[in-house]
């Protein structure tokens, strides 16, 4: 029934208004395939995510590309920050739906007929020679830090009340909406914040899920780049810069964070010259980014939220500054 809502709902955006609800004023029209609540998700949605069993070896990554299409990325070890090797490499496979049965196929290199994920059951099953099978079971990962409150002392950003402390003021609901920026800068400090990305199944690259959080001018970029390799310009990234060390971003809709800490480059006692600031950036609770140097960076300025055009909202925002 999920998955048939989610279609009236996109379909219900082509039927042409009467002549009575054109003389009147109308919501926003909502772009087709652009889900922001998981109760209005197709059944692609059930399908994508992760999968492992207890004992870890082996889990797998499904990512939804729309009109019953899956990249199927399996991983020897477990899932990233959990086991799995970055440096190693995952096998991608392509799987199909079957709508009527749930069940999404599957087969290619060691695995045989007979692998399909099952959103019912909420299992991946992986026919092989050996082990003839094994049964994957869909997994809800959570970040350690999700939820984490403000210390006593700290600058809360943003606690749903209210968005006083940006300057564009822009709120979608009780969330942070995009584009905003502080109206306060910050040089030394650690920066709380939590995100979530829309599901956007036939949307591919920069378009799906796209933001940033910009740190001093430098950006932490925010993308739905669930399952993908970890580049630098994927989610977690040092935009053009430096990949994160893992590729720790969630499935669409699961809220995320990012923990930032930001120093300003220290004073060399013999030339004066002050050194480029550094960062170290956790994604998800894993350290992605360890003092990185931010060469040419600012040593002080401004957290901005990037509007690229796609409905990330942010929540929980506060800041801690240090000595």
Same mark, same amino acid.
């Given at each position: ?144 830090? !999700? ?51 829309? /599901? ?22 925010? !993308? ?67 003092? /990185?140097? !931010? ?23 506060? !800041?801690?500054?240090?000595?």
């Amino acid at each position: 029934m999920r998955w048939f809502i989610g279609f009236l709902i996109t379909v219900s955006a082509f039927v042409p208004l009467s002549s009575d609800a054109k003389d009147k004023k109308t919501a926003p029209k909502k772009p087709a395939n652009v889900f922001t609540d998981v109760a209005d998700a197709p059944i692609d949605y059930a399908i994508q995510g992760e999968y492992a069993r207890d004992g870890q070896g082996v889990a797998a990554q499904v990512v939804a590309r729309g009109n019953g299409k899956f990249d199927v990325y399996i991983l020897q070890g477990g899932l990233p920050g959990a086991g799995w090797d970055p440096k190693s490499k995952k096998t991608k496979l392509e799987a199909k739906l079957d709508p009527d049965k749930g069940i999404a196929s599957f087969m290619g290199g060691d695995f045989r007929k007979g692998s399909q994920i099952n959103a019912k059951k909420n299992t991946l099953n992986l026919v092989t020679d050996d082990p003839i099978y094994i049964e994957l079971k869909r997994v809800e990962r959570k970040s350690t830090t !999700l939820g984490a409150k403000p210390p006593e002392g700290a600058v809360v950003l943003f606690d749903g009340k209210n968005a006083d402390e940006w300057n564009e003021k822009k709120m979608v609901g009780e969330l942070l909406g995009v584009p905003n920026t502080t109206k306060k800068k910050f040089a030394n400090f650690k920066l709380h914040i939590e995100f979530r990305t829309p /599901f956007q199944p036939t949307a591919g690259g920069q378009g799906r899920g796209n933001s940033g959080v910009y740190v001093c001018g430098r950006e932490v970029q925010v !993308l739905d780049s669930f399952g993908l390799e970890g580049k630098n310009n994927e989610c977690g990234g040092i935009y053009s810069e430096r990949a994160p060390n893992v590729n720790m971003c969630l499935p669409p809709l699961v809220w995320q964070t990012f923990d930032i800490e930001h120093r300003p480059g220290k004073i060399d006692p013999e030339t004066k010259k002050q050194g480029p600031p550094r960062i170290t950036v956790h994604h998800n609770g894993v350290v992605v980014h360890d003092g /990185f140097e !931010l060469k040419g960076g600012a040593q002080s300025g401004t957290i901005h939220l990037q509007n690229h055009g796609n409905p990330v909202v942010y929540r929980n925002v506060w !800041l801690v500054e240090l000595k």
